[in-house]
């Protein structure tokens, strides 16, 4: 074991291993064309009309890390798992991807990781993580329960290429101290989020003065009770302010007949395209979903956050109620 990962050990409840897991390669493709072998820290220039971005990834798997972090009872049938964790903080992107390991001593393993255009911006993040996929006996020295990380490495970062977005294109997300906040009203300083949408462009403000919550957001733990209450929390802010944003520019698109702020058309169309718009009738399909949202906006609030569901598939649900178990 390395000096650094027994100076980690010895400060943790059970062995594991910060260099355990490495990167041997990652390749990217855009749309479905190949790009080629992308270094961590890479600037991806793709341009603005793509849609998907899809990562090939290959893992080293030092097996003698096995030995170390998994009692000798176990070893014939190791419970572990690779874990890769994507995230992207400025587009509130947190996603886990498992790879089971048919034989954990074969030490290289490849995963395919895709995500949309609209979950990326800035920097993205790929975390490696060996982790226990089920509870065991508890021993001096061993990790037990299910979901602990064994073994970790050294994140892969690729940097998302963007011109500057125009004034109300972006979701500005500030945080602040509510008490101090004139925009926030008295009644509502205790919360820990607001939705401000009569400045011009939309602003999240978070509240300074809920460290707890602040703290639950920037967490980057990748399995266990605090990713899955992270994942919870931004599951919330999904389903209160896609809603809120699209009532708004629904109403704003019917009163000025299609003329609205920069922003304002781009949640109608990225929603339009999310909710399946025929290739050719864009223009079409955001008429009828301002029509819709203004004519039936109870109605239209189940259908956004059923097709938020369908994405998350209730994953986070079910892992904080595991976690929370």
Not at 95 to 120: F, K, M, N, Q, V
Request: proline share 6%.
């Amino acid at each position: 074991m390395s000096s650094k990962s027994r100076h980690i050990a010895r400060f943790m409840p059970y062995a594991c291993d910060r260099e355990g897991v490495k990167f041997r390669s990652v390749r990217a493709a855009v749309d479905g064309q190949a790009r080629g072998e992308l270094a961590s820290g890479s600037l991806l220039t793709a341009g603005m009309e793509w849609r998907e971005l899809t990562l090939a990834v290959h893992l080293e798997l030092n097996p003698q890390i096995l030995e170390r972090v998994v009692h000798p009872d176990e070893m014939p049938r190791p419970p572990v798992a690779l874990v890769l964790a994507l995230r992207c903080r400025e587009a509130f992107l947190s996603r886990s991807h498992r790879i089971t390991l048919a034989d954990p001593t074969a030490g290289l393993y490849e995963c395919i990781l895709a995500a949309r255009r609209e979950e990326l911006r800035g920097e993205v993040a790929v975390t490696p993580y060996l982790v226990r996929t089920s509870s065991g006996t508890r021993r001096p020295g061993y990790a037990w329960r299910r979901g602990a990380w064994l073994a970790t490495g050294e994140p892969w970062t690729v940097l998302i290429d963007e011109p500057k977005p125009r004034v109300g294109d972006n979701l500005e997300v500030l945080r602040k101290r509510f008490s101090e906040a004139q925009e926030v009203p008295p009644a509502d300083r205790a919360n820990w989020f607001f939705l401000q949408l009569d400045s011009g462009a939309p602003r999240l403000l978070l509240n300074e003065e809920q460290p707890e919550v602040m703290r639950a957001l920037h967490d980057t733990s990748a399995k266990g009770r605090r990713a899955a209450v992270r994942d919870a929390l931004y599951e919330r802010l999904d389903a209160a302010i896609w809603p809120a944003l699209l009532l708004y520019a629904a109403r704003a698109w019917l009163d000025g007949e299609g003329d609205v702020s920069s922003w304002q058309e781009n949640v109608l169309r990225l929603w339009a395209k999310r909710l399946g718009a025929p290739r050719g009738e864009l223009e079409a399909e955001v008429q009828q979903l301002a029509e819709r949202a203004t004519e039936t906006p109870a109605s239209f609030v189940l259908e956004i956050n059923a097709a938020l569901q369908r994405d998350d598939q209730s994953r986070t649900a079910r892992l904080l109620a595991e976690a929370l178990s």
